[in-house]
């Protein structure tokens, strides 16, 4: 008898427990325990890859590609030179919060990768790099007809495949592709 | 005694209880909370293929667009071709960082929309060659054109001229009509537009219908525009999608056309072997490679012709 009362106590006891701890779940937003700055690079993170999609959904970023070294020797938000509005979006996104970043470009060079930074070093960002930076990257294809950006990016040139000192060279000169960037930015 | 014993029991199974709740804690916490329940890293692996495989579709749709252009002759081929280049390039760039190989190839099969045309020029002829008078539909429910070409040679005086209408789901018509006019000879054939609004005529490009000074009229009637003349209302402009499409009096007009769409070519204008598969909205097929997973992905290509 009072080992029946025992067990019916004990499931009763289960019973509460469990509709707790399945309640207390829902109610809450669950994740991995992360760290201050694991959050802080998890949300640089997802904000650098939205910026790199948006920028080549509304083609900012093939035509900033487009531009570096022949319209601007640099690409960066601090809103001097050039001004393109993939520029004008890292700036809003990352220089107006006082946030780091850097710029790389990735191509391909008589069939090797080549990388080549294509925003401004400063004395900052060379000094503060952590290792635990966000990193988000986006490709982009360049095509033989599509025009080179230039004057300070705001105009048209000629195509890529007929302009002179162009950072990527014609990666196919038998086909309509001229190469593949990847563009890599990496903030902190 | 028995007080001790019971005391016992009541502290393992708290001691138990509180092992079970702790654990499920833990566990949780590795959890994303998504529609289906799932790691954190699974949920990352996830939304970077998603990132990826964007990011190609776009690739794919610009390379059409830049490889369809205004040469539309052997797109496939050139397409092909293009692909080939492209997945070489992006792997050997993006491959090995990304973690992910490419390959991708043209499903012709799988593709969407179909071709008419008469590559020898005379008379507009219908495409199962029926007797005159020459005038057959065209395409029915038609979404999308990617190619609607026109050369007019010679144009043929008498009675009702060459025309070719468009009628939208909107009620609205737009056509164009090939005509002679014009007092000296030889007089001059001509290509006008007019549509559901009274009034609307409007000639749009003319040239002497024969004679050293005779020029063929290319019409493109998609873009609006005639190499000798200047540009024009199209049908996209009056009219909405779904088309049906209709030519009337064929004979009446010299010439060569070419038309390629995702519609109904319907079985009382055309003959089996009288249209032909042409790529309006291409499909390619994708593998990816993955150190964790090889998958294939068949897209429909969104080919951007502005």
């Known amino acids: 008898m009072r080992g029946q009362a025992y067990t019916l106590e004990g499931v009763l006891a289960a019973i509460v427990v469990v509709t707790a701890t399945v309640y207390g779940l829902s109610a809450v937003d669950t994740g991995p325990f992360q760290t201050g700055a694991q959050q802080r690079t998890a949300a640089l993170e997802t904000r650098a890859s939205d910026t790199l999609s948006l920028a080549a959904e509304t083609g900012a970023l093939h035509n900033a590609t487009a531009c570096y070294s022949v319209g601007t020797p640099t690409l960066n938000g601090n809103q001097t030179g050039s001004s393109t509005e993939f520029e004008r979006m890292l700036n809003r996104t990352f220089d107006r919060q006082g946030e780091q970043y850097n710029l790389y470009f990735s191509y391909s060079d008589s069939g090797v990768r080549q990388t080549v930074l294509a925003s401004q070093e400063s004395d900052e960002n060379v000094a503060e790099r952590p290792a635990d930076a966000a990193v988000a990257t986006e490709t982009v294809t360049l095509t033989d007809n599509m025009p080179a950006r230039i004057g300070d990016c705001s105009g048209t040139g000629p195509p890529l495949s007929a302009v002179g000192g162009y950072f990527a060279p014609d990666a196919e000169p038998d086909s309509i592709v001229y190469n593949v960037v990847e563009v890599r930015l990496v903030v902190w | ?306």
């Not at chain 2, 970077?48 to 496939?76: H, N």
């Not at chain 2, 991708?104 to 020898?120: D, F, K, P, V």
């Not at chain 2, 219908?209 to 493109?220: A, E, F």
């Not at chain 2, 999608?241 to 070519?265: C, E, L, W």
Request: aromatic share 8%; proline share 6%.
């Open chain 2, 1 to 306: 005694m028995v007080a001790n014993e019971r005391g016992q029991l009541l502290l393992i199974g708290g001691v138990a209880i509180a092992i079970v709740v702790f654990s499920t804690i833990l566990f949780a916490h590795s959890l994303a909370v998504t529609d289906g329940i799932t790691t954190t890293g699974s949920a990352d692996t996830i939304e970077r293929s998603a990132d990826r495989e964007a990011s190609v579709e776009r690739d794919l749709g610009r390379l059409a667009a830049e490889t369809r252009g205004d040469d539309l002759d052997e797109f496939e081929a050139r397409y092909e071709n293009a692909l080939q280049n492209y997945t070489e390039t992006h792997n050997r760039v993006v491959g090995g960082s990304g973690g992910a190989y490419l390959n991708a190839t043209l499903n012709e099969s799988a593709s969407l929309g179909n071709e008419t045309s008469q590559i020898s020029p005379g008379e507009i002829d219908d495409p199962d060659g029926g007797p005159k008078p020459k005038e057959w539909v065209v395409a029915k429910n038609v979404t999308r054109i990617a190619v609607f070409n026109f050369t007019f040679t010679k144009g043929h005086d008498s009675g009702k001229p060459f025309n070719i209408t468009v009628t939208g789901s909107n009620g609205n018509w737009w056509a164009l009509e090939v005509s002679l006019n014009g007092t000296g000879s030889p007089k001059n054939k001509t290509v006008t537009i007019r549509d559901s609004a009274p009034g609307s005529d409007i000639p749009v490009c003319t040239s002497p219908n024969s004679g050293p000074d005779s020029q063929d009229l290319m019409v493109n009637l998609i873009t609006g525009t005639c190499n000798q003349g200047s540009g024009f209302k199209t049908f996209s402009d009056v009219t909405k999608p779904p088309y049906t499409i209709n030519v009337s009096k064929g004979q009446k007009a010299d010439g060569t056309y070419r038309f390629a769409a995702i519609g109904t070519f319907p079985s009382t204008s055309y003959d089996s072997g009288d249209t032909e598969p042409y790529p309006v909205i291409p499909a390619v097929d994708t593998t990816y490679d993955t150190p964790s997973a090889s998958y294939n992905r068949t897209v429909l290509v969104e080919v951007d012709d502005g």
